[in-house]
Structure formats: C-alpha cells, structure tokens
C-alpha cells in the first residue's frame, strides 16, 4: 500500500548539479527515517544519506562535503548533489522507515560523464 517514487536523474558532466526527489504515497501517518542509498554496476549498494524525523542527518565520507539530505514534510525526500563526480554514477533508491518495515523505491539512473 506504501509506494515511495524517485524523481530527477540524468546524465550531468562532472562538477555539474542535479536534485533527486523522493514522494511517499499510501496509508502513511509517519516516518521514521528516510535515506538514499546507491548502487553502481559490480558493486553492492550503500547508504549515501539519511536523515530522521528529528532531522538529525548522516552522510557517507564520499559525499558528505557535496551532498545534501533534506525533507519537506513527512512524505518527501530530496537529496542536492553539487560537484558531481564520474565515481557519483550508479542507480540512486529512496529507502523509508515506516511503522518498523522497510519499503524502498525503483530508483533512478545518475550517470557523471564527460
């Protein structure tokens, strides 16, 4: 019943910008912590941003001096990439905590190349 939709991938040359979106949809009263995660091809996915209901936000090492978690209201998600790097490029999840279950979206494709 929980449908959690990303929005805003593309192609960007490096150094450049894009802003990834996250909508919740369905029953939803509350979330605990939302979070982006993501997974380049041979590789496992990581978390790369999570921010909880009080706000309070964690950042991987990699990417925690250009990206920025952030939330709206209670069902939408963002997450700002500035100085883009080509190692940035991999399929980007929402991840949602909701009533202690775990629901994420289909992801979006960020590719960083010249």
């Known amino acids: 019943q929980v449908l959690l939709v990303e929005s805003g991938g593309g192609l960007v040359e490096p150094g450049g910008s894009l802003r990834l979106s996250c909508q919740a949809s369905g029953s939803i009263f509350s979330i605990y912590r939302m979070g982006w995660y993501r997974q380049a091809p041979g590789k496992e996915r990581e978390l790369v941003a999570s921010?909880?209901?009080?706000?309070?936000t964690t950042y991987a090492d990699s990417v925690k001096s250009r990206f920025t978690i952030s939330r709206d209201d209670v069902k939408n998600l963002f997450l700002q990439m500035d100085s883009l790097k080509p190692e940035d490029t991999a399929v980007y999840y929402c991840?949602?905590?909701?009533?202690?279950?775990?629901?994420w979206g289909q992801g979006t494709q960020v590719t960083v190349s010249a």
């Open positions: 921010i909880s209901s009080g706000g309070d």
């Open positions: 991840r949602a905590l909701i009533s202690g279950s775990d629901y």
